[in-house]
């Protein structure tokens, strides 16, 4: 079990209670400015004590936590559950959430493939071609 301490530091306490999948997205996060802790912007080697409270914004969602216990080492999900007490809002039902069609810049013309899936993902009817050009004359 990881060793019981007074403070660790906030990108190694994010990762090991699991808010991250790893240390360096926890490092990159603080230096971003999207941890902060009793409502101040830090650094990756803050340090954090029992009692803080940490405001983490990660993958679209923010996550509000209060430090129960310090821990430095990574442990599983249920050891970690009961290292903060979690006051987050709830995140979002799927249906409201939006996705989008993304294409890698430079891709090229989508293939008509492609083309039927973006059509599909935003909701356009099925086999609808462009509206017919009016005759010239």
Do not use: F
């Not at 209670?17 to 490092?27: D, H, M, Q, Y």
């Not at 990159?28 to 830090?42: K, M, Y």
């Not at 990574?74 to 009961?82: K, S």
């Amino acid at each position: 079990m990881a060793d019981e301490q007074t403070s660790a530091r906030v990108d190694s306490w994010i990762w090991s209670v699991r808010l991250t999948r790893t240390r360096s997205i926890a490092s990159d996060a603080c230096r971003g400015g999207h941890v902060r802790v009793n409502g101040v912007r830090v650094k990756p080697a803050h340090a954090v004590r029992v009692g803080d409270e940490i405001r983490l914004r990660h993958e679209g969602r923010e996550r509000i936590v209060v430090v129960s216990r310090i821990i430095t080492k990574r442990v599983g999900a249920a050891v970690a559950a009961e290292c903060y007490v979690d006051k987050s809002p709830p995140p979002p039902p799927r249906e409201e959430t939006v996705t989008v069609a993304v294409r890698a810049r430079g891709a090229g013309r989508p293939t008509k493939r492609q083309r039927r899936d973006i059509d599909r993902l935003l909701g356009r009817a099925e086999g609808r071609t462009r509206e017919p050009r009016e005759p010239r004359g």
